[in-house]
């Protein structure tokens, strides 16, 4: 088993559409998570942590839930612009352990039509 | 504010040759990360670097090496090139203290032939 899962998409939505991503992972001590977005041949670019119960920022709500072990990235009136690939990334060691590793999914792919 | 820096963009090289690959973190971040991102899969982690030590690798032989200098900048050299070695290999850096965040790169395009 993967140690973080995504459902590779891709997603295709209308703009203004409402799109919620779910993303698994397999380290029950995990300590921090976060939601990167990278676009075609670029970089990843941070969009959220989320670091407890989850987090709100604009239109981007992250949540996660330790007990099923996933958090997931909803994303609310979504814009042409949010076109990208969304990459769940884990890091699954508590800090003063030192490995201080990210573990991304594969990515869902998200294209906004439209 | 200076984001990561990464050179080259692109590199070619055949196989059996060397390659050095080089990053600059933003001001101030002292830890520095490598990752390979090969075509259609995720981001491996390859070495992280803190305080000029290596102090973790990921699951990647020894030909896959690195080095931290006292201004923070790093240095990956990939020894005896294969051809699965073409990737995007991207750099991030992290800022001291007790936080996860990690910054990219723009990365440099590494083609093996």
């Known amino acids: 088993r993967k140690e973080v899962e995504q459902d590779p998409g891709p997603f295709n939505v209308p703009e203004g559409a409402t799109v919620a991503f779910n993303c698994t992972y397999s380290?029950?001590?995990?300590?921090?998570f976060f939601w990167y977005r990278q676009d075609c041949r670029k970089e990843p670019k941070l969009l959220m942590s989320?670091?407890?119960s989850g987090n709100e920022d604009g239109r981007f709500t992250a949540q996660l839930n330790r007990a099923s072990q996933y958090i997931s990235l909803l994303i609310r009136d979504s814009k042409l612009s949010d076109s990208a690939t969304y990459l769940c990334?884990?890091?699954?060691?508590?800090?003063?352990?030192?490995?201080?590793?990210?573990?991304f999914g594969q990515g869902t792919r998200l294209t906004i039509n439209p | 504010e200076a984001g990561v820096t990464q050179s080259p963009t692109h590199l070619i090289k055949t196989r059996g040759q060397q390659a050095t690959l080089r990053c600059s973190p933003i001001?101030?971040?002292?830890?520095v990360y490598w990752y390979q991102q090969a075509l259609g899969l995720g981001l491996q982690f390859l070495l992280w670097?803190?305080?000029?030590?290596?102090?973790n690798r990921g699951n990647f032989p020894p030909r896959f090496s690195g080095r931290q200098f006292p201004n923070y900048s790093s240095e990956l050299n990939v020894n005896a090139l294969e051809l699965e070695d073409s990737a995007l290999y991207l750099c991030?850096?992290?800022?001291?203290?007790?936080?996860?965040?990690?910054?990219f790169g723009p990365g440099t395009r590494l083609t093996v032939t």
């Open positions: 991030a850096s992290r800022p001291p203290g007790e936080t996860y965040e990690q910054y």
């Open positions: 380290n029950s001590a995990s300590q921090s």
């Open positions: 989320v670091y407890s």
């Open positions: 990334v884990v890091n699954p060691e508590l800090f003063i352990q030192g490995a201080q590793k990210l573990v």
């Open positions: 001001s101030g971040h002292t830890s």
């Open positions: 670097y803190d305080e000029g030590e290596e102090r």
